[in-house]
């Protein structure tokens, strides 16, 4: 048995990497020499499968599309003392102009908490006969 290097942690001997015995005697069942660790570890022969981003998450809009839309909403946010309630109108357009553009997915603004904003829009609007 050889003995434990100054310094090495418990269980490390003075053999070379990769070969020789442990502090206990033991050899150990198999040994990969160190480039043999990065090919063991090679991920790249798996395919990546892409998928569509998870609900909420949408992509940028990278040309400014709906920027004024946006601008708009910050503006009332800040007016407000950031009470997101009295921007809701706001909130409403910008997301309708992304679900216009395809910067997120089509959803009924029912489904976004717009219920009542949209009752409001239809009792506002006079029936034409």
Same mark, same amino acid.
């Given at each position: ?50 998928? %569509?981003?998870? !609900?909420?998450? /949408? ?8 920027? +004024?839309?946006? &601008? ?35 959803? %009924?603004?029912? !489904?976004?908490? /717009? ?8 009792? +506002?609007?006079? &029936?034409?006969?």
């Amino acid at each position: 048995m050889r003995s434990a290097l100054a310094g090495a942690p418990d269980g490390w001997s003075s053999a070379p990497p990769g070969g020789g015995e442990c502090v206990t005697g033991e050899t150990p069942s198999r040994v990969l020499p160190a480039g043999d660790m990065s090919t063991a570890m090679n991920f790249s022969s798996k395919s990546f499968k892409p998928r %569509p981003p998870d !609900k909420g998450a /949408f992509p940028l809009d990278h040309f400014g599309e709906c920027s +004024a839309f946006k &601008e708009r909403f910050m503006q009332c946010l800040r007016d407000s003392g950031y009470e997101s309630g009295a921007c809701r109108q706001h909130s409403m357009a910008y997301l309708e102009c992304r679900m216009e553009r395809q910067l997120m997915a089509n959803e %009924p603004l029912e !489904k976004l908490g /717009f219920k009542d904003l949209i009752d409001e829009k239809s009792e +506002a609007k006079p &029936e034409k006969l």
